[in-house]
């Protein structure tokens, strides 16, 4: 039996959207609005044609993911065809976006679309000045200028825009971890959150497994005594616990993190970024005592910013500088200017211990 007729909207982008959204999708994380028919990858719609755009792979995924549940929840039988854009031939998209002998409702994913062929990119330019209503295509795009007049012309259709953009601040890696759990219905402490970014959260997918297999093995508020168990190997394996334990003013803790580290096969590069980023962190906190900037305009969360009060209170303005500068030091002879690199690494893990105060001292 074909599937009933959909009435077409005046454009592409407004044409038969579900008002009904999966409970994955549900999940938001309160992303700021976007201005046109640009919205987040974690909004999915339908329509005639929709575009998948930014370098995270993960998201690019999930946005499919969601429009593909989107038509199979109002049509079981939705069927799903995905055209490959490098090896992409004239007419695949017309024979794959025709209507089937039964008339079951189609999604045609055209992935990569940001190495596709000349050939992809004039069959979709024509298939997006007449759209089947009754289908959805979806061009994932990653990045690059690739099939620019393609793109232009699909944002200027009014079609649906999922922005995929790279997840690359600490604060966007925990506001993620946070959405995955509000979708899994679960909650975790603001400090477990940080304890799993710090030890996964160079790849975003590792990350969106380590939540799901916490949310599968485990029950209730996720705490840090929960990730140390199931990460802490990985944890000790960054330089954040080391920075966490040198900003304490423990260098002999800091020092034996450190060797950790390095024996497990950490690098002194980003192990000098990871001290860099904690005093960075604990300077933009200073600076909100003066009232002139906010958090969110210094691109903080308020669970990093309780945090960094808390450190603050055995770190003086000069210390802190003594620190910076110890930093900037290694950072250099690390990157060539140096001849050991584990040297220069172990020198500013004490100079930044020792620049703190005694937890006895206020």
Request: net charge neutral; hydrophobic share 45%; aromatic share 4%.
């Amino acid at each position: 039996m074909r599937r009933a007729a959909r009435a077409p909207a005046g454009s592409v982008g407004g044409a038969w959207q579900s008002g009904r959204v999966p409970p994955a999708a549900r999940a938001r994380s309160g992303a700021r609005p976007r201005p046109g028919n640009v919205r987040s990858w974690d909004e999915p719609t339908l329509a005639p044609l929709v575009l998948v755009r930014g370098p995270e792979e993960l998201l690019r995924e999930r946005a499919v993911e969601g429009i593909v549940g989107l038509a199979r929840e109002r049509d079981p039988q939705t069927e799903k065809a995905q055209l490959d854009g490098p090896t992409y031939g004239a007419g695949q998209l017309q024979v794959a976006a025709s209507p089937s002998l039964f008339g079951e409702a189609k999604v045609v994913v055209l992935a990569g679309a940001d190495a596709g062929t000349d050939e992809m990119y004039a069959d979709v330019l024509a298939y997006a000045a007449n759209p089947d209503h009754e289908t959805t295509v979806v061009v994932v795009h990653g990045s690059g200028q690739r099939g620019k007049k393609m793109l232009d012309t699909i944002v200027a259709s009014g079609a649906p825009v999922l922005q995929c953009d790279a997840v690359t601040r600490d604060a966007e890696k925990a506001e993620f971890v946070a959405r995955e759990l509000r979708a899994a219905r679960r909650r975790a402490e603001p400090e477990a959150v940080r304890a799993l970014v710090d030890a996964l959260g160079t790849d975003l997918r590792e990350l969106a497994s380590a939540v799901a297999q916490l949310v599968a093995d485990t029950t209730g508020t996720l705490t840090t005594g929960v990730v140390d168990r199931y990460y802490g190997g990985r944890v000790e394996a960054t330089g954040f616990k080391v920075a966490d334990a040198a900003v304490a003013g423990d260098a002999g803790g800091a020092v034996a993190l450190l060797r950790h580290a390095l024996a497990t096969g950490a690098d002194p590069v980003p192990l000098v970024a990871a001290l860099a980023l904690r005093l960075r962190t604990l300077a933009k906190v200073a600076a909100l005592r003066g009232g002139a900037v906010t958090a969110r305009e210094l691109g903080l969360q308020d669970w990093q910013v309780r945090n960094a009060q808390k450190d603050l209170q055995r770190w003086t303005p000069e210390g802190l500088a003594r620190a910076i500068t110890a930093v900037a030091q290694a950072d250099a002879e690390v990157k060539g200017a140096g001849r050991d690199p584990v040297y220069a690494v172990e020198t500013a893990v004490l100079a930044i211990a020792a620049a703190a105060r005694p937890a006895a001292v206020r």
